[in-house]
């Protein structure tokens, strides 16, 4: 499988702490029968001020330590691009990463708050010749009121990853409930693990790839975990969707009662 989204390298974000840690999250990468991993620390000004040879150089030297440790996992360069108005500019130039050698950069909007004119940034981006990859929309606090904009992102063109613990249940029911929909709704082209650490945050992608195996089938499985990634890396065009529009079911907001189980 090819994990498009982590932050194993070290020391360089709010990902893997040392190089004991990355090493370790290799190793449980390989064991979940993970073959290319993507480095891709932050780069959101002011917060995480990473830039591209800083990334290279870490990530080179991470890699030498998976020869020296005997850790069969190739990397693949990339960053976790927060959203800025001069994106395909900055990627244009070199001083953002796209993922490895390819058009497609991960694409990181606010958690909290749906951006005015994202989906004009999108398309120009798009013109520019960048292809955005939508990191975990079904963890974004906004989807719920704003589920329109994010369907007209994926029908745009934005390749949808969805986080594997948000499939799994990892990141609470909410997400679990996107993830869901998204999936029967055929909006979905890959999942990543977005691992952090080898604790609350884990790389690994088995689990989430046999739950939409179980919920869908085995081919739609496999096209998120290891087609579209390749493709992806190929700088190739993802496999067409076949988008299902579904009722909205979302779930209701649970009151102070219902919380505290008198409801």
């Given at each position: 499988?090819?994990?498009?989204?982590?932050?194993?390298?070290?020391?360089?974000?709010?990902?893997?702490?040392?190089?004991?840690?990355?090493?370790?999250?290799?190793?449980?990468?390989?064991?979940?029968?993970?073959?290319?991993?993507?480095?891709?620390?932050?780069?959101?000004?002011?917060?995480?001020?990473?830039?591209?040879?800083?990334?290279?150089?870490?990530?080179?030297?991470?890699?030498?330590?998976?020869?020296?440790?005997?850790?069969?996992?190739?990397?693949?360069?990339?960053?976790?691009?927060?959203?800025?108005?001069?994106?395909?500019a900055k990627l244009a130039v070199g001083t953002l990463p796209v993922l490895g050698t390819s058009n497609y950069f991960l694409f990181e909007p606010p958690h909290h708050v749906l951006p005015p004119g994202i989906l004009?940034?999108?398309?120009?981006?798009?013109?520019?010749?960048?292809?955005?990859?939508?990191?975990?929309?079904?963890?974004?606090?906004?989807?719920?009121?704003?589920?329109?904009?994010?369907?007209?992102?994926?029908?745009?063109?934005?390749?949808?990853?969805?986080?594997?613990?948000?499939?799994?249940?990892?990141?609470?029911?909410?997400?679990?409930?996107?993830?869901?929909?998204?999936?029967?709704?055929?909006?979905?082209?890959?999942?990543?693990?977005?691992?952090?650490?080898?604790?609350?945050?884990?790389?690994?992608?088995?689990?989430?790839?046999?739950?939409?195996?179980?919920?869908?089938?085995?081919?739609?499985?496999?096209?998120?975990?290891?087609?579209?990634?390749?493709?992806?890396?190929?700088?190739?065009?993802?496999?067409?969707?076949?988008?299902?529009?579904?009722?909205?079911?979302?779930?209701?907001?649970?009151?102070?009662?219902?919380?505290?189980?008198?409801?």
């Amino acid at each position: 499988m090819i994990d498009l989204h982590s932050h194993i390298l070290p020391g360089i974000d709010d990902g893997a702490k040392d190089l004991a840690m990355a090493l370790a999250m290799a190793r449980m990468a390989v064991a979940d029968n993970t073959t290319h991993i993507a480095c891709t620390p932050h780069f959101m000004p002011g917060v995480y001020d990473n830039n591209v040879s800083e990334v290279t150089q870490i990530m080179s030297e991470l890699a030498t330590a998976f020869v020296e440790n005997g850790i069969d996992l190739k990397l693949v360069r990339g960053g976790d691009i927060h959203i800025a108005p001069d994106i395909s500019a900055k990627l244009a130039v070199g001083t953002l990463p796209v993922l490895g050698t390819s058009n497609y950069f991960l694409f990181e909007p606010p958690h909290h708050v749906l951006p005015p004119g994202i989906l004009n940034l999108c398309k120009n981006t798009m013109e520019a010749g960048y292809i955005p990859v939508l990191t975990h929309p079904e963890r974004l606090t906004w989807i719920e009121k704003n589920y329109e904009t994010m369907c007209k992102l994926d029908e745009m063109g934005l390749v949808i990853q969805l986080t594997a613990g948000s499939i799994t249940g990892t990141f609470g029911k909410r997400a679990q409930y996107w993830s869901e929909r998204m999936l029967d709704e055929g909006r979905v082209d890959i999942i990543a693990s977005d691992a952090h650490n080898t604790q609350s945050r884990p790389p690994g992608l088995s689990r989430a790839r046999d739950a939409i195996a179980a919920r869908l089938d085995d081919q739609a499985a496999l096209r998120m975990v290891q087609e579209n990634p390749r493709r992806i890396l190929d700088n190739m065009p993802v496999l067409l969707k076949s988008r299902q529009v579904t009722a909205n079911t979302a779930p209701k907001k649970r009151g102070f009662l219902a919380r505290i189980g008198l409801e």
